[in-house]
Protein backbone atom coordinates (compact mmCIF):
# COMPACT_ATOMS: atom_id res chain seq x y z
CA UNK A 1 0.00 0.00 0.00
CA UNK A 2 2.44 2.28 1.15
CA UNK A 3 4.62 1.54 -1.98
CA UNK A 4 2.30 1.85 -4.23
CA UNK A 5 0.98 5.40 -2.57
CA UNK A 6 4.38 6.78 -2.61
CA UNK A 7 5.20 5.61 -6.22
CA UNK A 8 1.69 7.35 -7.17
CA UNK A 9 2.92 11.07 -6.17
CA UNK A 10 1.96 10.40 -1.93
CA UNK A 11 5.68 10.42 -0.75
CA UNK A 12 4.96 11.92 2.31
CA UNK A 13 2.50 9.54 4.11
CA UNK A 14 3.77 7.14 6.06
CA UNK A 15 2.65 3.98 7.67
CA UNK A 16 0.58 5.41 10.34
CA UNK A 17 -1.15 7.76 7.64
CA UNK A 18 -2.86 4.51 6.51
CA UNK A 19 -4.88 3.67 9.96
CA UNK A 20 -7.08 7.09 9.06
CA UNK A 21 -7.49 5.92 5.26
CA UNK A 22 -9.18 2.54 6.40
CA UNK A 23 -12.75 1.26 4.87
CA UNK A 24 -14.90 3.28 5.22
CA UNK A 25 -12.21 6.53 5.59
CA UNK A 26 -12.43 9.52 7.76
CA UNK A 27 -15.52 11.52 5.26
CA UNK A 28 -17.84 13.20 7.28
CA UNK A 29 -16.59 11.44 10.70
CA UNK A 30 -16.48 13.10 14.00
CA UNK A 31 -12.46 12.70 15.11
CA UNK A 32 -13.94 10.52 18.15
CA UNK A 33 -16.12 8.16 16.34
CA UNK A 34 -12.96 7.98 14.28
CA UNK A 35 -10.73 7.51 16.89
CA UNK A 36 -13.09 4.87 18.26
CA UNK A 37 -13.61 2.92 15.07
CA UNK A 38 -9.55 2.71 14.92
CA UNK A 39 -8.82 1.47 18.34
CA UNK A 40 -6.45 4.34 19.11
CA UNK A 41 -6.66 7.28 21.63
CA UNK A 42 -8.34 10.17 20.37
CA UNK A 43 -4.93 12.22 21.11
CA UNK A 44 -3.08 9.75 18.67
CA UNK A 45 -5.68 10.27 16.26
CA UNK A 46 -5.19 14.28 16.73
CA UNK A 47 -1.83 14.10 16.15
CA UNK A 48 -2.37 12.36 12.75
CA UNK A 49 -4.87 14.49 11.60
CA UNK A 50 -2.61 17.45 12.13
CA UNK A 51 -0.35 16.00 9.79
CA UNK A 52 -2.69 15.16 7.42
CA UNK A 53 -4.38 18.16 7.56
CA UNK A 54 -0.85 20.28 7.11
CA UNK A 55 0.09 17.68 4.58
CA UNK A 56 -3.59 18.81 2.40
CA UNK A 57 -5.01 15.48 2.84
CA UNK A 58 -8.15 16.41 5.13
CA UNK A 59 -10.01 19.07 6.83
CA UNK A 60 -11.42 19.49 10.01
CA UNK A 61 -14.58 21.18 9.59
CA UNK A 62 -17.59 22.57 11.98
CA UNK A 63 -20.10 20.18 12.29
CA UNK A 64 -23.33 21.60 10.94
CA UNK A 65 -25.26 19.63 13.86
CA UNK A 66 -23.29 20.36 16.84
CA UNK A 67 -21.39 23.63 16.48
CA UNK A 68 -19.19 22.19 19.41
CA UNK A 69 -17.55 19.43 17.10
CA UNK A 70 -15.88 19.11 14.30
CA UNK A 71 -16.22 16.58 10.79
CA UNK A 72 -13.28 15.31 8.65
CA UNK A 73 -13.35 16.34 5.29
CA UNK A 74 -11.12 14.61 2.64
CA UNK A 75 -9.55 17.06 0.25
CA UNK A 76 -8.93 16.18 -3.88
CA UNK A 77 -5.40 15.69 -2.78
CA UNK A 78 -7.03 12.90 0.33
CA UNK A 79 -9.86 11.53 -2.44
CA UNK A 80 -7.35 10.91 -4.59
CA UNK A 81 -4.94 9.15 -2.19
CA UNK A 82 -8.26 6.91 -0.78
CA UNK A 83 -8.74 5.86 -4.67
CA UNK A 84 -4.64 4.86 -4.87
CA UNK A 85 -5.35 2.76 -1.86
CA UNK A 86 -8.73 1.24 -2.73
CA UNK A 87 -6.86 0.13 -6.67
CA UNK A 88 -3.67 -1.37 -4.57
CA UNK A 89 -6.38 -3.70 -2.52
CA UNK A 90 -8.68 -4.46 -5.56
CA UNK A 91 -5.21 -5.63 -7.31
CA UNK A 92 -4.35 -7.67 -3.70
CA UNK A 93 -7.71 -9.47 -3.38
CA UNK A 94 -8.46 -10.18 -7.14
CA UNK A 95 -4.95 -12.13 -6.85
CA UNK A 96 -5.87 -13.90 -3.74
CA UNK A 97 -8.87 -15.04 -6.03
CA UNK A 98 -7.48 -16.23 -8.63
CA UNK A 99 -5.11 -18.30 -6.37
CA UNK A 100 -8.04 -19.04 -3.67
CA UNK A 101 -10.94 -19.67 -6.16
CA UNK A 102 -14.00 -17.45 -5.83
CA UNK A 103 -15.31 -19.76 -3.20
CA UNK A 104 -12.07 -20.17 -1.22
CA UNK A 105 -11.90 -16.15 -1.48
CA UNK A 106 -15.44 -15.07 -0.84
CA UNK A 107 -14.93 -17.41 2.46
CA UNK A 108 -11.61 -16.20 3.95
CA UNK A 109 -13.05 -12.53 2.85
CA UNK A 110 -15.96 -13.33 5.23
CA UNK A 111 -13.87 -14.49 7.99
CA UNK A 112 -11.43 -11.84 8.11
CA UNK A 113 -14.48 -9.41 8.20
CA UNK A 114 -16.03 -11.32 11.07
CA UNK A 115 -12.56 -11.29 13.30
CA UNK A 116 -12.46 -7.49 12.06
CA UNK A 117 -15.44 -6.79 13.80
CA UNK A 118 -15.07 -8.96 16.95
CA UNK A 119 -12.02 -7.21 18.23
Known amino acids: MLERLQGSGFADLDAAHLNVFQYPGPQ ?7 AARLRI ?3 A ?3 LLGQL ?3 GYLERLPDPDDLR ?3 LALTPRGTSAINVIREAVAEVES ?3 KQLGTKRFA ?3 T ?3 ELNESE
Open 28 to 34: GARPSEL
Open 41 to 43: SKQ
Open 45 to 47: LNY
Open 53 to 55: EQL
Open 69 to 71: SKR
Open 95 to 97: AWA
Open 107 to 109: QLR
Open 111 to 113: LLL
